[in-house]
T-cell receptor, first 113, second 113 residues
Framework: NAGVTQTPKFQVLKTGQSMTLQCAQD?????MYWYRQDPGMGLRLIYY???????DKGEVPNGYNVSRLNKREFSLRLESAAPSQTSVYFC????????????FGSGTRLTVV | DQQVKQNSPSLSVQEGRISILNCDYT??????FLWYKKYPAEGPTFLIS???IKDKNEDGRFTVFLNKSAKHLSLHIVPSQPGDSAVYFC???WGAGSYQLTFGKGTKLSVIP
């Protein structure tokens, strides 16, 4: 009963390096989301995918790209990492964009040095 | 411009007493309000919600109250238990067709045995 699985759990990058955060859900949910959590800032939406084949920008999309690979998987890419992207990243899914009971993954802690 | 505000970063309560967590919002277009609970090193989990047309919703020890005229909601936990110690995020849903959640910064609740 995995729910939402994020990989990796921890990552350290050098400034300018690129990486992709992976997210997969096994609940047959249609909608998926990427959030970042910073100290004192709460959770902020980066990108979301209301359904397979669609993606939209959230509150803080700059510096990121996303791919909804299929219904299960939604990846987040940092093309050229910056120290300001040091954060904890959470992937979430919901049955549809109408459903507010999101299921979150356990997060990826990313440090950019 | 933060649309969902949790002005208390932390709260300490004695076990068995009532915990009251507060949240204010500015956007009148929010149609659902939610509370999520987060333990360290885990993703947030959905706790309870309330529609904007209701003023109270109860689920066991948890009750959420909504005061639309004041744009204020609160989460009451009675009685508080040590296992309730976590960060609580207030969130609100908005959109048309494709919805998003906006989160507050969170309040860290500590229940003292």
């Amino acid at each position: 009963n995995a729910g939402v699985t994020q990989t990796p759990k921890f990552q350290v990058l050098k400034t300018g390096q690129s990486m992709t955060l992976q997210c997969a859900q096994d609940m047959n949910h249609n909608s998926m989301y990427w959030y970042r959590q910073d100290p004192g800032m709460g959770l902020r939406l980066i990108y979301y995918s209301a359904s397979e084949g669609t993606t939209d920008k959230g509150e803080v999309p700059n510096g990121y790209n996303v791919s909804r690979l299929n219904k299960r998987e939604f990846s987040l890419r940092l093309e050229s990492a910056a120290p300001s992207q040091t954060s904890v990243y959470f992937c979430a899914s919901s049955e549809s964009s109408l459903n507010y009971g999101y299921t979150f993954g356990s997060g990826t802690r990313l440090t950019v040095v | 411009d933060q649309q969902v505000k949790q002005n208390s970063p932390s709260l300490s309560v004695q076990e068995g007493r009532i915990s009251i967590l507060n949240c204010d919002y500015t956007n009148s277009m929010f149609d659902y309000f939610l509370w999520y609970k987060k333990y360290p090193a885990e993703g947030p989990t959905f706790l309870i919600s309330i529609s904007s047309i209701k003023d109270k919703n109860e689920d066991g020890r948890f009750t959420v109250f909504l005061n639309k005229s004041a744009k204020h909601l609160s989460l009451h936990i009675v009685p508080s238990q040590p296992g309730d110690s976590a960060v609580y995020f207030c969130a609100a849903r908005w959109g048309a067709g494709s919805y998003q959640l906006t989160f507050g910064k969170g309040t860290k609740l500590s229940v003292i045995p």
